[in-house]
């Protein structure tokens, strides 16, 4: 077989004499850390409501910024990254929005990636179910029940027992095509019925609420290739050094067809079937006979599946995916397991568009470390 022909770095940066590309971030201020004067500021960020903005940080003019609240889930946690971020609460009859304007419009007919973080506060007495984003020419009046009905999220998360990790950021990510011109988006969950925002954590007589935390917001442009496109920036040296630093390992793309190396499944199964077998044996043989690669098994389940246990599916799907490899004589430390969950906009039954959602994706690496 041919040598790969195509270089990725993780974490979207690749490097070449010194000069830097880097995939543009259309989410201004995306982890709220920018400041004015001494100051940080969420700007140029929209409250829809009484959004919180926190700073979690030793610096004086920094502790400014928290007012003093009795609610409890004022009380500060550590960013997930930098020192600020932000806090949405969802009461029966009352949400909370977080909006801005992109940096730039998006384009008709071309794909983009988003992603955000998540975490619930411990203090609130229930979970949200769902929780997305959305993108539009205008601002959706999200106040309104008519505005949640006509203006739904493009990208939702949705976990029926509840978005419920409360040790750690909830990573919230999804592909979408965009019809051309939006420039508004907005955070928040967009449940019309009561029945389709809550989960309890236990039994309450108290008004139902949900507290979330959101930090590290991003929207990428996607090439033809379903990769962020990357435009050249010039760095320093030190920011260059620590950039490089942070660089694991390179993701080597081999010249095997894409359509080989993605393996779809059954709604809420993790069985391979009889093309994902004759797949998987290109890959196997592939592998033995490049000894200096590797492969990662990205493994994605759609909105809903397995009862809401989306990220307990992935894993069976790449599990499935290793023992067929192992099996077949590829070593086992080559062979990198790595499921996502969720990360789809199909969120309905019926749709036929849910199938690219159920699937795995293999991407080679080369070790080689001369």
């Known amino acids: ?65 928290n007012a003093s609240k009795n609610d409890r889930n004022y009380i500060l946690r550590k960013p997930r990254t930098g020192s600020a971020y ?8 009352y949400s909370e ?42 601002k959706p009046p999200y106040s309104t029940r008519f505005g949640r009905e006509d203006y739904p999220p493009q990208i939702e998360m949705y976990k029926p027992l509840g ?17 051309g011109g939006e420039k508004i988006m907005t955070i928040g969950n967009f449940s019309v019925n009561n029945g389709d925002k809550f989960k309890r954590k236990k039994l309450s007589f108290t008004k139902r609420e949900a507290y979330y935390y959101i930090d590290d917001i991003a929207l990428y442009e996607l090439g033809a290739d379903g990769r962020p ?20 390992y390179e993701a080597t793309f081999s010249t095997i067809d894409s359509n080989v190396r993605t393996i779809y499944f059954e709604e809420d199964d993790h069985k391979l079937d009889h093309k994902g077998y004759m797949n998987l044996a290109v890959v196997a043989e592939y592998l033995l006979e490049n000894p200096d690669y590797a492969v990662e098994i990205f493994a994605y389940s ?19 995916v290793f023992i067929f490899l192992s099996g077949n004589k590829v070593p086992k430390d080559k062979i990198i397991q790595k499921p996502i969950g969720n990360s789809c906009e199909y969120g309905r039954s019926n749709d036929p568009k849910r199938r690219y959602c159920r699937k795995v994706e293999l991407f080679f690496i080369n070790t080689k470390t001369d």
């Open 1 to 65: 077989m041919k040598k790969a022909i195509g270089i990725m770095i993780m974490g979207f940066l690749f490097f070449i004499a010194g000069s830097s590309l880097i995939a543009q971030n259309l989410i201004p201020n995306p982890s709220f850390d920018d400041s004015k004067g001494r100051r940080p500021t969420m700007k140029p960020w929209k409250k829809i409501n009484t959004v919180d903005y926190f700073v979690n940080s030793d610096k004086q003019s920094y502790k400014e910024v």
């Open 86 to 93: 932000v806090g949405l609460r969802v009461w029966p009859k």
């Open 97 to 138: 929005y977080l909006q801005v304007v992109l940096s730039e419009p998006l384009k008709a007919d071309v794909a983009y990636s988003f992603e955000m973080y998540i975490t619930p506060s411990k203090y609130s007495n229930c979970y949200l179910k769902t929780i997305g984003v959305s993108f539009y020419s205008t």
């Open 163 to 179: 978005i419920r990790d409360t040790s750690d950021w909830i990573r919230v990510n999804g592909v979408f095509i965009a019809k």
């Open 229 to 248: 496109i990357m435009n050249a920036v010039v760095v320093n040296d030190d920011s260059l050094r620590e950039v490089q630093d942070s660089l694991q």
């Open 302 to 320: 759609a909105p809903g599946e397995f009862n809401g246990n989306e990220m307990k599916l992935a894993e069976k799907r790449a599990k499935s």
